[in-house]
């Protein structure tokens, strides 16, 4: 490993990006597994931080995650100041860790460590995509 396929594995990891986006555009919310050692990487990764292989597939995050913990983000980063206040929440999915937003429908009440959660692409104005937590 030297340089050279430093500037080769950060370009793929853009590509990847990209990848992540098209998929979200679809409807997926889509993490990679090392095809070596099965690590599963959210966001997803190129090369594998457990074994160094970059035989990667990707998968779709399925199923109920859990709320494992949560807070409330007054005021938004730049470009998405109207957004706040929002609830920034990380939750788990199998052996994921995932960061992400509620969906502004779980009233604030309503929040409570543990609770099942599944994770779905949304669409956004200006052809923006993202993804967000909702009640399982
Ligand atoms: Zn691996």
């Not at 990487?41 to 160094?52: A, G, K």
């Not at 100041?81 to 990380?90: F, R, S």
Request: aromatic share 12%; proline share 7%; with cysteine.
């Amino acid at each position: 490993m030297d340089f050279a396929n430093f500037g080769r594995v950060s370009f793929t990891s853009e590509a990847k990006v990209a990848d992540f986006v098209t998929y979200l555009d679809q409807g997926k919310v889509m993490a990679t597994r090392c095809k070596q050692c099965q690590a599963s990487y959210f966001p997803p990764r190129v090369d594998c931080s457990s074994c160094f292989a970059s035989d990667m597939e990707w998968f779709e995050i399925k199923g109920n995650g859990k709320l494992i913990t949560y807070t409330e983000v007054n005021y938004g980063p730049s470009g998405f100041e109207d957004d706040a206040p929002y609830i920034l929440a990380l939750a788990e999915f199998g052996d994921l860790k995932i960061l992400g937003r509620l969906s502004p429908d779980i009233k604030p009440d309503n929040i409570k460590l543990g609770m099942p959660l599944k994770v779905t692409a949304i669409k956004l104005p200006d052809d923006r995509v993202s993804y967000q937590f909702q009640p399982a």
